[in-house]
């Protein structure tokens, strides 16, 4: 049997998405900037997808600017509105993704900001109190919080962090990667300067996604070349892609409710037989709360066994996808930034486990099953 529980990662693509893919390679392939019959249908096609993720946000269209992804337009909200602004101070959280992290890093190794970490709690939860303090005593900041963290699965307070920048006139950039398509966004209600998205965190393709910018801030673009996404984002229109894009958005929050129940369901009875059949078996952070984390991610703390080092590879050998931390830094040598960041001095192995709506409770307990055999 084979099981993937690696969806925090990347999530298989949906049939309906690849279908369209392939229809529309078929059929569409002029660029979008061509004057020609040819060129302004895939235009409409682009200008549709725009229009469908903004209603599903509660935006205009003209605030979605299409990119290859989460860390494009992560990198382009952090280096644009700070150099635009003239900001030379920035608040981020040490459990930030790498997307946010090293940007922020190289401005501040390069003397272009300071750039201050906000206290966390051992959940992963941000100080409102320290984000206050940092805000009063620096100049205007740029601050960038995750709306949920990729390997621990802890949701942030989007719209109380925001109103307090706003309070301070601070720029607000949240890192909506691993919640758009998994939770619903009204942008009337929230002050969010930039939030970044990417297709294939909810069953599209990658190499597309989008960011956010907020009517209430301009920037210039960070890729130069072409006038693309009025002139915002130079290179040709990935077209399959935005239309793949919008359309994965679409299903995915047009059946929103029932597949949260679905894999919060899966979560829950994955919870209870690890602590059924495991023993000593420990959960990172809040992960185990259905109501207030992410729904998709179950992060697992194991016992300390001989095996500890080869849990990964042991599962992997038996069909079982999953990771340790984020996969974005697979075959990297050191271990977790976040596990290492709320549980310093821990020694036990750490497995994310991730789901979607294409996973069963069959291939949970398969997993449970080859679990214990490599624990007993």
Do not use: W
């Not at 890093?105 to 970490?117: R, T």
């Not at 950039?173 to 930039?194: A, K, P, R, W």
């Not at 016992?303 to 990297?332: Q, R």
């Amino acid at each position: 049997m084979k099981v993937y529980l690696d969806n925090a990662a990347t999530t298989p693509m949906a049939p309906e998405i690849i279908e369209l893919m392939s229809e529309m390679m078929k059929t569409t392939f002029a660029n979008p900037s061509s004057v020609h019959e040819f060129g302004r249908k895939s235009k409409i096609i682009v200008e549709t997808a725009r229009k469908t993720i903004a209603a599903l946000l509660n935006t205009a269209p003209k605030t979605i600017f299409f990119t290859s992804g989460g860390t494009e337009a992560d990198n382009m909200a952090i280096k644009c509105g700070i150099h635009d602004h003239n900001i030379t101070h920035a608040i981020t959280s040490k459990l930030s993704h790498h997307a946010v992290l090293y940007p922020l890093e190289d401005l501040a190794a390069e003397e272009k900001i300071k750039l201050s970490y906000i206290d966390t709690d051992e959940n992963g939860e941000v100080s409102l109190s320290h984000l206050k303090q940092l805000l009063e005593d620096n100049e205007r900041t740029f601050v960038s919080i995750m709306h949920a963290n990729n390997e621990i699965g802890t949701i942030q307070d989007l719209k109380q962090i925001g109103e307090i920048c706003k309070e301070y006139n601070a720029i607000f950039h949240s890192d909506t990667v691993q919640t758009m398509g998994h939770y619903t966004f009204d942008m009337q209600e929230l002050n969010v300067d930039f939030m970044a998205a990417s297709a294939h965190k909810f069953h599209g393709p990658k190499g597309i996604g989008f960011i956010y910018v907020s009517e209430d801030i301009q920037i210039k673009p960070l890729l130069r070349g072409g006038g693309q996404e009025r002139n915002m984002r130079a290179g040709t229109e990935n077209i399959y892609g935005i239309a793949a894009l919008a359309k994965a958005m679409e299903m995915a929050y047009s059946h929103l409710e029932e597949e949260t129940k679905y894999i919060n369901g899966l979560k829950s009875y994955m919870i209870d037989k690890l602590k059924a059949e495991i023993p000593e078996v420990e959960f990172y952070a809040n992960c185990t709360d259905l109501n207030n984390s992410l729904y998709t991610v179950l992060s697992v703390s194991f016992p300390v066994t001989k095996i500890a080092e080869m849990l990964l590879f042991n599962l992997d050998i038996l069909g079982i996808a999953c990771s340790g931390g984020s996969a974005c830094s697979s075959g990297s040598s050191t271990g977790s930034h976040v596990l290492s960041a709320i549980a310093p001095d821990s020694t036990r192995p750490g497995v994310r486990f991730s789901f979607s709506k294409y996973n069963t409770k069959e291939e949970i307990d398969y997993t449970i099953n080859q679990l214990k055999s490599l624990f007993n």
